[in-house]
């Protein structure tokens, strides 16, 4: 059965029980906050080891792949303005539910596997300027904070963002402008940008680089989970999501020049605070502290945007019927869905004890590009389904290169990656099974009980 239709006005607004509070430029916040703090601040380090010096390769390359993505997303989006995301648009164009119910769960995995990641990324050398703690009680504890504040509301999580995400870019221009400053002083080594590992080919290196800097892009498709909440949304989502990705995409490949620059490929590799290891490389009187608080303030958006999308795709997912009703469940005052928020909440802090950073980035990457190639398979197929209201149209090459592309990010990753994400589906499946098994009984004792009224 296909969603209800929702009636919509022009610009592709349609009624909803959460609130519409996001304006264009907290929607462009939203996204660049939530892409800006997807990994950068952790991840250089971990880049560093496939394309040793030519950091901004591999950035540009996933940036380039991402915006092919985001194409199909702004014509889905603004086409079918509902909570849900990819599973609305699967099950519109593959008329299943258990394959909308999979493109689904396959999102929602990647959230809380992502949330986890950066819970990690938050406890540890970054965490560890200030106190020194064992990692995983800190990711949990963290978590705990993120869900409070995704439970007071929509409008106080953005407000929190824009402010969290003017401070993250800050420490990204920090980077920037400290090894600048290096470089100006005669130090530093510009050679290192076109060095790659030893042995290793440029192709090769560059496409592998490409799986860990994708995850730096990775975010920009949970803006479609609140598309219920944004102000005219035809009109406001694409500008706000190409204008973000493109100034993330500039960001990152300054920091990846800068990077290379002030350091060698090991060094950074040896760090899980990269970027603090650049700072202090540089020279420049810039606090080791207050840098740590800054990456603290950036990973903890990337936490927060992330949490918020995952609660609300919970919540679409439960209001098409593909999980239990009790997900929807939406707090009186604040208008948020509380179950859903706690549901997934406590399933990131049980992943979190897989403890491996890497791991959980590449999960996260091979679990969106499923959720991606479904997304640039649909709006191909859904061409021939036309809606009343206006909405942004991609080119058809668009789709179809975004579809090759993520056939070929799949085929370089990792067989322990295949696994654990498979391992992930796999309860989605039982998750599946027994919320249709549940509901169809439900649907037997209501008709029942009507029976016996009758009677």
């Given at each position: 059965?296909?969603?209800?239709?929702?009636?919509?006005?022009?610009?592709?607004?349609?009624?909803?029980?959460l609130?519409?509070?996001?304006?264009?430029?907290?929607?462009?916040?939203?996204?660049l906050g939530?892409?800006?703090?997807?990994?950068?601040?952790?991840?250089?380090?971990?880049?560093?080891?496939?394309?040793?010096?030519?950091?901004?390769?591999?950035?540009?390359?996933?940036?380039?792949?991402?915006?092919?993505?985001?194409?199909?997303?702004a014509?889905?989006?603004?086409?079918?303005?509902?909570?849900?995301?990819?599973?609305?648009?699967a099950?519109r164009?593959?008329?299943?539910?258990?394959?909308?119910?999979?493109?689904?769960?396959?999102?929602?995995?990647?959230?809380?596997?992502?949330?986890?990641g950066?819970?990690?990324?938050?406890?540890?050398?970054?965490?560890?300027?200030f106190?020194d703690?064992?990692?995983?009680?800190?990711?949990?504890?963290?978590?705990?904070?993120v869900?409070?504040?995704n439970?007071?509301?929509i409008?106080?999580?953005?407000?929190?963002?824009?402010?969290?995400?003017?401070?993250?870019?800050?420490?990204?221009?920090?980077v920037v402008?400290?090894?600048a400053?290096?470089?100006?002083?005669?130090?530093?080594?510009?050679?290192?940008?076109?060095?790659?590992p030893?042995?290793?080919?440029?192709?090769?290196?560059?496409?592998?680089?490409?799986?860990?800097?994708?995850?730096?892009?990775?975010?920009?498709?949970?803006?479609?989970n609140?598309i219920?909440?944004v102000?005219?949304?035809?009109?406001?989502?694409?500008?706000?999501?190409?204008?973000?990705?493109?100034?993330?995409?500039?960001?990152?490949?300054?920091?990846?020049?800068?990077?290379?620059?002030?350091?060698?490929?090991?060094?950074l590799s040896e760090?899980?605070?990269?970027?603090l290891?650049?700072?202090?490389?540089s020279?420049?009187?810039?606090?080791?502290?207050?840098?740590?608080?800054?990456a603290?303030?950036?990973?903890a958006?990337?936490?927060?945007?992330?949490?918020?999308?995952?609660?609300r795709?919970?919540?679409?997912?439960?209001?098409?019927?593909?999980?239990p009703?009790?997900?929807?469940?939406?707090?009186?005052?604040?208008?948020t869905?509380?179950?859903a928020i706690?549901?997934t909440?406590?399933?990131a802090?049980?992943l979190?004890?897989?403890?491996?950073?890497?791991?959980?980035?590449?999960?996260?990457?091979?679990?969106?590009?499923?959720?991606?190639?479904?997304a640039?398979?649909?709006?191909?197929?859904?061409?021939r389904?036309?809606?009343?209201?206006?909405?942004?149209?991609?080119?058809?090459?668009?789709?179809?290169?975004g579809?090759?592309?993520?056939?070929?990010?799949?085929?370089?990753?990792?067989?322990?990656?295949?696994?654990?994400?498979?391992?992930?589906?796999?309860?989605?499946?039982?998750?599946?099974?027994?919320?249709?098994?549940?509901?169809?009984?439900?649907?037997r004792?209501?008709?029942?009980?009507?029976e016996?009224?009758?009677?």
């Amino acid at each position: 059965m296909l969603p209800t239709e929702v009636p919509t006005d022009a610009d592709g607004t349609s009624p909803t029980r959460l609130r519409r509070a996001i304006t264009g430029p907290l929607l462009f916040a939203f996204i660049l906050g939530d892409v800006l703090g997807a990994g950068i601040y952790a991840l250089m380090g971990v880049l560093g080891e496939r394309v040793g010096g030519m950091l901004w390769a591999p950035l540009l390359l996933a940036l380039l792949l991402a915006m092919l993505t985001a194409g199909s997303y702004a014509e889905l989006v603004t086409k079918y303005p509902r909570a849900g995301g990819a599973a609305v648009f699967a099950e519109r164009a593959f008329r299943n539910r258990l394959v909308s119910f999979l493109i689904g769960f396959s999102m929602l995995a990647a959230g809380v596997t992502s949330a986890a990641g950066l819970s990690l990324a938050f406890a540890g050398e970054y965490f560890r300027t200030f106190i020194d703690l064992p990692t995983i009680p800190v990711a949990i504890a963290f978590l705990a904070v993120v869900a409070l504040l995704n439970l007071r509301g929509i409008r106080e999580s953005m407000a929190a963002n824009f402010v969290m995400t003017v401070i993250e870019v800050s420490g990204l221009v920090i980077v920037v402008v400290v090894v600048a400053v290096m470089m100006a002083g005669g130090r530093g080594d510009v050679s290192r940008v076109t060095q790659l590992p030893e042995g290793a080919g440029l192709a090769t290196a560059v496409l592998g680089g490409a799986i860990i800097a994708y995850y730096s892009f990775v975010g920009f498709e949970t803006s479609a989970n609140m598309i219920e909440e944004v102000k005219k949304p035809s009109k406001t989502y694409p500008i706000a999501l190409f204008a973000a990705l493109i100034t993330a995409g500039v960001v990152y490949i300054l920091v990846g020049l800068a990077s290379a620059i002030a350091l060698p490929a090991d060094e950074l590799s040896e760090s899980s605070g990269p970027l603090l290891a650049v700072v202090e490389a540089s020279g420049v009187a810039v606090p080791s502290w207050l840098f740590s608080l800054i990456a603290l303030i950036a990973v903890a958006n990337g936490a927060l945007l992330t949490m918020i999308m995952t609660s609300r795709l919970t919540y679409g997912m439960s209001e098409q019927g593909l999980l239990p009703r009790v997900l929807s469940r939406v707090l009186p005052g604040r208008k948020t869905p509380w179950v859903a928020i706690l549901v997934t909440t406590l399933v990131a802090m049980l992943l979190t004890l897989v403890g491996d950073l890497a791991t959980l980035a590449e999960t996260v990457v091979l679990l969106l590009l499923i959720v991606f190639l479904s997304a640039n398979v649909s709006v191909l197929v859904l061409r021939r389904d036309k809606v009343e209201h206006e909405h942004f149209r991609v080119w058809t090459f668009i789709p179809v290169l975004g579809i090759a592309s993520c056939i070929l990010l799949l085929t370089q990753q990792r067989p322990i990656v295949w696994l654990f994400a498979a391992a992930l589906l796999a309860v989605g499946v039982v998750l599946y099974v027994a919320s249709q098994w549940g509901r169809r009984r439900e649907t037997r004792t209501a008709e029942s009980a009507a029976e016996e009224r009758t009677n």
